[in-house]
């Protein structure tokens, strides 16, 4: 879970790179991402999902093509990942410090009582607010 | 990072709010991943992948040409609580080459199973 989080921080870097048209940073958040996904697909019971992974490289590979075969919205990818960072900072006390996985979300929600995650402080444990992403 | 607990629902009859949350929360709390199989007019939830349900639907004998992933969420209303996207829709040989469902009547289809 947290490898998935992490390749959500990596992944949101390559769609901000991408925007930026900084070649430079897109090839580094690219390669940054495949090899937290290669280490993901290693894992003992990552087999049943093989497919997904496999689906999830085909899309980190579209992304930086010149003439993308897919038509990939960055919003869709950025809430794929969102769950897995929230179930992170849920299960680690409001992330452990941990500003990879913050990235994920959005700034309004990043506070532990308005998320209503149970933090060090012992606030209360409740709904997690989602993002919409129609289109 | 997996666990080795994952129940992974076949539902075949309406299920009550209550149900659906309760598979919720076994995993990511305010949501549920599922697919739906258009043909068979089954859906599966649960699990932490939509190929988890995907999986299952198929070993049940579902098409993967009629199988969509969806997010549920049971504590939403009106249209919050489907979130047509997931990887398992992106499928340039079907024409939807994104992640979320492109096909009106296709989400159309979904979401009368899901209700």
């Known amino acids: 879970m947290f490898l998935m989080a992490n390749l959500g921080s990596e992944v949101t870097r390559l769609l901000c790179a991408l925007a930026e048209h900084n070649e430079g940073r897109v090839r580094g958040a690219h390669t940054r991402a495949c090899a937290i996904l290669t280490e993901i697909r290693a894992l003992p019971d990552a087999e049943h999902a093989e497919g997904e992974f496999s689906i999830l490289q085909e899309v980190l590979d579209d992304l930086i093509r010149e003439a993308p075969h897919l038509r990939i919205q960055p919003e869709s990818l950025r809430n794929y990942f969102t769950p897995f960072a929230l179930k992170v900072l849920a299960s680690s006390s409001y992330g452990g410090g941990n500003s990879n996985v913050l990235e994920l979300i959005p700034k309004p929600y990043r506070n532990p009582k308005i998320r209503g995650i149970r933090g060090k402080n012992g606030a209360d444990e409740g709904g997690v607010p989602r993002y919409s992403d129609r289109g | 990072m997996f666990s080795t607990r994952?129940?992974?629902?076949?539902?075949?009859?309406?299920?009550?709010?209550?149900?659906?949350?309760?598979?919720?929360?076994?995993?990511?709390?305010?949501?549920?991943?599922?697919?739906?199989?258009?043909?068979r007019e089954v859906i599966a939830l649960g699990g932490k992948w939509h190929m988890d349900a995907n999986n299952k639907v198929m070993e049940t004998g579902s098409s993967q040409t009629n199988v969509w992933g969806f997010n549920l969420y049971p504590d939403k209303e009106g249209e919050d609580r489907i979130e047509y996207i997931a990887l398992i829709n992106i499928r340039p040989a079907a024409g939807n080459r994104n992640m979320y469902i492109e096909d009106a009547d296709i989400r159309e289809t979904i979401r009368k199973i899901i209700h």
Request: proline content about 3%; cysteine-free.
């Open chain 2, 6 to 39: 994952m129940i992974i629902r076949i539902i075949e009859k309406p299920i009550t709010r209550t149900e659906a949350k309760e598979i919720a929360e076994e995993f990511y709390g305010d949501m549920v991943k599922g697919v739906a199989d258009i043909e």
